[in-house]
């Protein structure tokens, strides 16, 4: 004979703990993809102290190390929180319709969208705020508004033009300008040249970026063509979008091969390195096809993810040991 089982509705409904209102605005503005930029900054502060002479901050006194570690951590992060909570904010109704994106927070209803233009005011406050850590350089604080107004106009580039992807890849690739230009102003003032390291870098990283941006956006061609967005792969079609992120992709490789005669202490620790750059991106191409974009996750996570990595940690060898 059967016997009777009584569920409690506890039983029958576990309750979901829902992530801490901190974790969720981390995830709002996908804090973990720092890593994209943060390492760039990174390399051209290190340039910047090796080089020396007339910088800012006297990287001997750890007050000034202490000062120009937290300005450069502060303004990065702040103005990237500051610039993906605006284009959460301003796309919202776009990835409400888009079935990729429909479960991201405001389309979702995780987060309101006066929450998100508060995070967006209060970064961007903070981001000019933490210029000020560079005095009696002068010039971060002139050029955060046009930063800041950079970062945030991308929200709306892929609404009236294709270069949306190298306006992308140039708001990543302002950050090790950025942080030259706070850590060596006063140099600059009499010795324009001297910015060129941290500008090849600049370059390099916004063909790189714009590469991989390109091969992101394939997923979602057939949707931007739909709701007239000028993404490359809408406009141009998948496999030529693939065959622009190869040249660009190329064009970062060329520029990186260039650096060492800018640095150069850059010796054979870097080119190791450069090698397993060439490497990460031929295979990060290997994985996506025009007729099979599976794996785009994959090609723009694991490779990417890696590449800054290796690259700051090749140039500290070789300035450093």
């Not at 809408?234 to 622009?244: T, Y």
Request: net charge positive.
């Amino acid at each position: 004979m059967a016997t009777a089982v009584t569920c409690s509705p506890a039983s029958e409904a576990p309750a979901v703990q829902r992530p801490s209102r901190l974790r969720t605005y981390l995830e709002l503005v996908r804090f973990s993809h720092t890593i994209f930029a943060l390492p760039f900054a990174v390399m051209a502060a290190l340039i910047a102290i090796r080089w020396g002479g007339d910088a800012t901050l006297d990287w001997t006194k750890p007050r000034d190390v202490l000062r120009g570690t937290v300005g450069i951590l502060l303004c990065m992060v702040t103005a990237r929180t500051a610039a993906m909570a605006f284009n959460r904010l301003v796309d919202r109704t776009i990835d409400a319709a888009n079935p990729r994106t429909a479960t991201r927070h405001l389309p979702r209803g995780d987060v309101g969208v006066g929450e998100v233009l508060l995070l967006v005011v209060l970064s961007s406050a903070a981001f000019i705020a933490a210029t000020l850590l560079f005095l009696p350089n002068w010039l971060p604080l002139v050029l955060a508004v046009p930063v800041l107004a950079w970062l945030l106009g991308y929200s709306y580039a892929k609404r009236f033009t294709s270069l949306a992807h190298l306006w992308l890849g140039a708001a990543l690739g302002f950050t090790p300008v950025a942080t030259w230009i706070a850590l060596r102003g006063g140099t600059l003032a009499h010795d324009p040249a001297d910015i060129l390291p941290a500008a090849l870098l600049g370059i390099a990283v916004t063909a790189w970026v714009a590469g991989f941006d390109i091969i992101y956006a394939c997923q979602d061609a057939a949707f931007d063509a739909a709701h007239d967005l000028r993404s490359v792969p809408a406009r141009a079609g998948v496999p030529r979008a693939l065959k622009l992120a190869k040249c660009l992709h190329a064009v970062t490789m060329l520029v990186l091969a260039l650096l060492p005669l800018a640095v150069t202490e850059l010796g054979w620790i870097y080119w190791a390195a450069f090698a397993v750059i060439l490497v990460l991106l031929v295979w990060e191409h290997s994985l996506v096809r025009p007729d099979d974009l599976s794996r785009v996750n994959q090609a723009f996570f694991s490779a990417n993810a890696v590449i800054g990595v290796v690259l700051l940690a090749a140039i500290s060898a070789d300035l450093w040991l």
